[in-house]
């Protein structure tokens, strides 16, 4: 198991952006991911990293967000641009050991961060 915890979650005005922060207690995950969570809503996936730097972006922030990882202190980025109201969620970094996080399937993460609250406002 490894322990997650994420920052920089804040209130900003649409266009504006945001880097969240995921500190990891350990490295030797598979895949480390940023899913996200609105009210009345399921939790998806948001973008994926490898440990080799592979990356996958969902659709919906594809150009707007980044992932990318820190690995001697064990930290995980995403960079948000251009956020839009719809962005506002809970952002939750999750790590998987398995190796089948390349799919950013919520399942295939065992290890879950606290959240950090991002609101968008119009």
């Known amino acids: 198991q490894v322990r997650l915890v994420e920052s920089g979650g804040a209130s900003v005005q649409a266009g504006g952006s945001l880097r969240l922060s995921c500190a990891a207690s350990?490295?030797?995950?598979?895949?480390l991911a940023w899913f996200r969570q609105a009210p009345g809503k399921e939790r998806e996936g948001v973008a994926v990293i490898g440990s080799d730097g592979w990356t996958r972006t969902a659709d919906s922030v594809k150009g707007r967000f980044a992932i990318s990882q820190f690995n001697a202190i064990n930290t995980l980025y995403l960079q948000m641009n251009s956020l839009k109201p719809e962005d506002s969620a809970v952002y939750y970094c999750a790590a998987d050991f398995s190796g089948r996080g390349w799919s950013l399937r919520e399942a295939d993460f065992g290890d879950w961060g606290q959240g950090t609250q991002v609101t968008v406002s119009s």
């Open positions: 350990r490295h030797m995950y598979a895949y």
